[in-house]
Structure formats: C-alpha cells, structure tokens
C-alpha cells in the first residue's frame, strides 16, 4: 500500500496548508459572507460549525478527496460488518452492535451477536430494576442504597463520565461510586463512607486481570467480609463485568453475577455494553437505553451522509488537517457545560490510545504526526487557567467548544451568561485584536503615547486560533450517546486517514510488565531487579524510607 504521503490529495493538501497558513481567518469571514452556512452542518440535536476552522472551499474539498483516496467508505463497511480490522489481535471492533437498535443480525465467526447484544440488554434490565426496586436483598435483608463500581480506563471513564454527565436526570434511589486509581486514597475514602449491608460493589474489567482494579477488588472484599464474616455473603454484593470467567470464577463471584462483554469491543468503546452497567443501576435502565439510542442516530448518520456532509468525518479530517499539515500537536477540549468536566479525560483515552502509534496498519514508521496531545477542562474554568496561553502563546492549539442550548439546570441568568462566553471565546480566538484595536482602546482610556508605545506589543492577540463549535439541544441521554458517538466515529476515520491501526493498545503493556516486576521487589527483599541508577536511585530511597 503506497504510503499515504504519495496521494495526490494529500500533496494538494500540503499545497493548500502552505497557502492558507500565510492567510488570516479574519479575512477568509470578511471575503465570504456565506462561510458560515458554507462550513457548518446541522443534524439532530446537533449543531456543528467548523467555519472558524483555518480552510477553504479548495482545502475543503481536497480532504474530502483524500477521504475518500483512503477508502473511508470501504474501512467503514468493514467495521460495521465486523470484518477483524483489529488486525494484530484478529478482531473485530463492533461497539456499534451494542446499540444496534434496528436489531439488524451482524455475525461475528458465524454467530449473530444481535442476539447475543440483547440477551445481555435484558439481564442488565433485569438487574438494574431489580436493584432499583429493592428487590435486590444484601446478607442482611436490606436494599442496595450504595454502588461501588471498580474498574480503570475504559472499564470506568465511559460509566464515571455518563454519570457525571446525566446526574441532573438521577432519582435518590441510590448513589455510585467510582474506584479506579489503586492509591489507597480513594477507596479508603470511598468506603469510609459506605455501610456494607447496603453497599453492592460491580466489578468491571474486560480482562479480569488489571492489576489495579483487582487490588482495589481484593481491598473490597476483604472490607465486606471484615462486617459479612461469610464468604456467601459476597453473591449478594458482588457483580463483575468481564469477558474472563474463568478469572471471575476464581476471584470467587458467581457466574450468575457476571456480565459478560466481547472481545470485539474494545475497552475505550465499552460503555454501550454492561461496562455501563452503574450507569445503569445510578440512572434507571431507560436512561441507559436513551443513551444508546444517541450513539444509534449518529451510527445512521456515519453511515447514511455523504462525506462532505458527514460531521465525525469531517471532524476526523480537520483533526488531520491541523495535526499532520498545519504541524499542531494538540487539541483542548473544552466544554461549556458542567456535567461535562469529564469528557476531556474520556476523550483522552479514546484518542490518544486508539490513534497514539507511529506506524501503519502494515508496520512501516509513519512519516507524518499522528494523533494530537488531548487535554482540556470546563472551558469557563479555563479561561481563568490556560486561555491567556491560546490568545496570546507562540503554540496553536485548535479547540472544540461543546454547549448546549438548554441547560440542565435553570438558575437565573447563568445559561446566557455561560454561552455568552462559548461565543466570545471562539470569535477572540479567531478575530484577536490588532495594533489599531488596542491604539484606540489604549487613547479612549487616556493612555499618552509613550504608554501605548509600551503596552501594544504586550495587549495584541494574533488570533487565526483554529476552533470547532458544537451546540447540543441539551445535555440529556440520547444528546450525550449522540456526542460520544461522533468522536468515537471521529477517532475511527481519523485512524483509517492515518493509515494506523486504532483498535490495540501495544504501549500499556510495557509498563504493566516493568511495574509487575518491580512491586515484587518492593514486598519481596530478596529480589533485585537491574535498573538504570535512576530508577535503582529511587526504588532504593523508597525502600529505605519507607515506613512498614
Ligand atoms: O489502558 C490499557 C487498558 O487495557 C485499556 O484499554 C482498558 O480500558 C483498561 O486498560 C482496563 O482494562 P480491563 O477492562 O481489562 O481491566
């Protein structure tokens, strides 16, 4: 396959970034008052403007060329119809058939999982209304009022997110809680808090062999029993989430207990399968159902629009636009709503891990930048953090802004205050202010020349700051499934345009192995492992310091 370098598109491409990088945004708004019909797309409870996006017409539609020189529509097909494009575990990446809502057979090794999808639907139902209704009885008779979901990564980012996105729409009927981080710290503040007769602990991990969640599963049982004293007690506060029965058997949960998920779901697109089982249990099974019948609309759209219609493609070609030919390296993410301070870290993971690799699908070094650094926080709370650095920093960072028009909670004046800000941000960034601006602000103000001459280097705002704009009718289930599932369509087309495999995660496995090893030295005295002195300096002070 010739590399993606040698595409007539992507050398039009490189043309066209060296064109446009000696123009400024302000001038491309001022020369079409069209730009923004021209560069935004409006679906469903979605709005998305890409208008303040460094392009034009010509850019625009030698991306979509390249798109298309990629075989997007091809690579899509294949995904869908769950051909293993997971090529160096030999799987298939089928996240979309858990919300597979038309309930359409897809067969993977011959078998419909449709149907699989469905009788796993039913037994979360089942659970979750059990659980909700209290019917669900602990070892002393009482309901569940508490739920401690365990689990890292995809095993808690997609739940923990959801929650925090959705807990505007959560009854009293119980609370969740999350463990995920194997400091001490937090499970230990997380069950200080709980009575374990009225506490259910879901244990999620693909593998059932993460060495954090299952430290932080043992540290729970062992809290249990410490009030329970039976190990039979532990069938009626203990579910796991896993595809390894095997493990799960001998962790000792009941196979009654475990729910299972698939190998062809990757972990970072878990949420649609019983990984989102508290969201389940926290919001009502309806709610989860809502969420995924958001993620099946785009799942039509992806599939049903036409490339330079098509809003996770075209996000995925901007993503490339500005990280592989316009050189940045990163993209903030920056929502304008509370409930969704977690989507930032969600999307890290989902990038970063799918799209962070330097070589092809066929193993040759890549010769263009990848993925872009994800980072991001509630944008209000950013601009009191960062903005002065993406106004005024020599680094470009292209941003998203995610807002909606209702809000979830309606106190005062607050929602337009909020939007007024997801507006001003974005023209800012892209207008800034020039010498003239700031002269006549500087004169208004009464300022001598002498003090203009100084302050006006010091008070300009470049501007040309690339940024996208997606306004929700409102951050509900079906608008937050809706929005996880043009990223994650997103961070698909973006790895395909790359030409990399988006679907493994190779990079884990060299600090598991290495942390492995050294926790043995930490409790074992007599092993000691070679390290450089570095790493050897520092085991040794922890060692001698540490207090037993
Ligand atoms: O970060 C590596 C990883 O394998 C992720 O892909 C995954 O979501 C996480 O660890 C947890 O894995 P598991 O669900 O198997 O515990």
Redo the contacts with the bound molecule.
Sequence with gaps: MSSRVELESWKKLCASADRLQSQHLKSLFSTDTQRFERFSRQEPGVLFDFSKQLIDEQAFSELVDLAEACDIAAWREKMFSGEKINITEQRAVLHVALRNRNNTPIYVDGADITAQVNVELEKMRLFSERVRSGNWLGYTGRSVKDVVAI?????NLGPQMVTEALAAYADDTLDVHYVSNVDGGQIASVLNKLNPETTLFVV???????SE?MTNAKTAVEWFLQSAQDQAAIAKHFVAVSTNLEKTRAFGIADENVFTMWDWV???F?LWSAIGLPIALYLGFDKFVAVLEGAFEIDQHFCQAPNEQNIPLIMALLSVWNTSFLGCQAQAILPYDQALHMLPAYLQ?GEM?SNGKHVTFAGEEVNYRTVPIIWGMTGINGQHAFYQCLHQGNVIVPADFIASIEPQHKVGKHHDILLSNFFAQTEALMAGVDAEQVRSDLLAKGKSEQEIAALIPHKIHKGNRPTSSFILDKVDAKGVGRLIALYEHKIFCQGIILDICSFD?WG?ELGKGLASNIETELTNPEVVNPHDSSTAGLIEYYKKNRKN
């Design positions: 689990g890292v990564g995809g095993s999620s991990s693909k593998t059932f062999t993460t969640t990757g972990g970072r878990s993971q891990e995660q884990v």
